[in-house]
């Protein structure tokens, strides 16, 4: 993770950086981007589609500051499910399309790693 800095008309905005993957995450202001690289193989074929939205991962390393969603609740795409904190911010991750949680692998509390996969959707 990388921090960097942008000069938006003189004010000074600090954000994060990380690349896992085929994924590059983006925070400022307590809001997370992703942008997905597309991989192609020898021929020009994909061999990676758009970010997953069955699965939400920690953007960045942190900490579990409260988990929203639980097993079996039914989310809608742009619901928050995972608050956490990292770099003294606090991150809202959220639910990338509709459908059921079918699993939580997180509590409140607990430190993750960069890319962990924090929740688990099923997609309608």
């Known amino acids: ?9 003189g004010r ?3 954000g994060a ?3 896992l993957g085929s994924t590059t ?3 400022f202001g ?14 020009g074929k994909s061999l990676a589609s758009a970010a997953d939205p ?9 900490k579990i500051v409260k988990v929203v969603a639980q097993v079996g609740f039914s989310v809608s ?9 990292a770099m003294k911010m606090e991150y809202t991750l959220k639910a990338a ?3 059921v949680v079918k699993s939580v692998n997180c509590s409140a509390g607990d430190q993750v790693a960069l890319g962990a996969a924090l929740v688990l959707l099923e997609v309608k």
């Open 77 to 85: 795409g742009g619901d928050v499910v995972i608050v956490m904190e």
């Open 25 to 27: 995450w983006f925070s």
């Open 17 to 19: 950086v990380a690349k």
């Open 12 to 14: 000074k905005r600090v």
């Open 1 to 9: 993770m990388k921090k960097i800095v942008l000069d938006e008309n």
């Open 54 to 62: 069955s699965t939400i991962t920690a953007p960045m390393p942190g």
């Open 30 to 43: 307590g809001e997370v981007w992703t942008h997905e690289t597309e991989v192609r193989g020898r021929r």
């Open 97 to 99: 399309a509709q459908g």
